[in-house]
Antibody
Framework: EVQLVESGGGLVKPGGSLRLSCAAS????????MNWVRQAPGKGLEWVSS????????YYADSVKGRFTISRDNAKNSLYLQMNSLRAEDTAVYYC??????????????WGQGTMVTVSS | SSELTQDPAVSVALGQTVRITCQGD??????ASWYQQKPGQAPVLVIY???NRPSGIPDRFSGSSSGNTASLTITGAQAEDEADYYC???????????FGTGTKVTVL
């Protein structure tokens, strides 16, 4: 079964750090780009960051650039998001999502169940 | 602009057809993908590319695109289609992604 399982969420104080993990199974992890997408309580989806299959290409949303770092370990079938200098507005459910490219488009075809990050004093 | 704009909410009678639209400059260059999200659940991909459905998605879901507007149509809406729907595409730079503002679909 193709599966993504996030972990590492929790309560952290403003200015603090947290590292999220996403464990992949059921597919060849090293062949796919991966993404982090977040959703603040009661709000819409927001793309956070993407990393290509070999880590050659990495992109961030302006809202997290300079504070968050995406990485992956293909040997461990794992995706990570290091979050530093956290702010209240980073409070959200964080999803990891597999990126899939076809001849005419790309999309996020597999999603994890999400992990909640709460930034509060 | 790298924004994708959707109507906040639409309603549809059971068995009828509803169209959800998504507008943005990036859609002139990239196809949208569409995601269904039910309360407390992760999003699910329902349409990608010109008009492609992942395995397991009913054929009552279809997609189309014209100019700066992408559309998701549900033909013969069912009670289980009640959910939030989000469009997504690459942004104008081509390197990053942007989600639409989301549309809540209510099936009456």
């Amino acid at each position: 079964e193709v599966q993504l399982v996030e972990s590492g969420g929790g309560l952290v104080k403003p200015g603090g750090s947290l590292r999220l993990s996403c464990a992949a199974s059921g597919f060849t992890f090293s062949s796919y780009s991966m993404n982090w997408v977040r959703q603040a309580p009661g709000k819409g989806l927001e793309w956070v960051s993407s990393i290509s299959s070999s880590s050659s290409y990495i992109y961030y949303a302006d809202s997290v650039k300079g504070r968050f770092t995406i990485s992956r370990d293909n040997a461990k079938n794992s995706l990570y998001l290091q979050m530093n200098s956290l702010r209240a507005e980073d409070t959200a459910v964080y999803y990891c999502a597999r990126g899939t490219v076809t001849t005419d488009s790309d999309s996020f075809d597999i999603w994890g169940q999400g992990t909640m990050v709460t930034v509060s004093s | 602009s790298s924004e994708l704009t959707q109507d906040p909410a639409v309603s549809v009678a059971l068995g009828q057809t509803v169209r959800i639209t998504c507008q943005g400059d990036s859609l002139r260059s990239y196809y949208a993908s569409w995601y269904q999200q039910k309360p407390g659940q992760a999003p699910v991909l329902v349409i990608y590319g010109k008009n492609n459905r992942p395995s397991g998605i009913p054929d009552r879901f279809s997609g189309s695109s014209s100019g700066n507007t992408a559309s998701l149509t549900i033909t013969g809406a069912q009670a289980e289609d009640e959910a939030d729907y989000y469009c997504n595409s690459r942004d104008s730079s081509g390197n990053r992604y942007v989600f639409g503002t989301g549309t809540k679909v209510t099936v009456l």
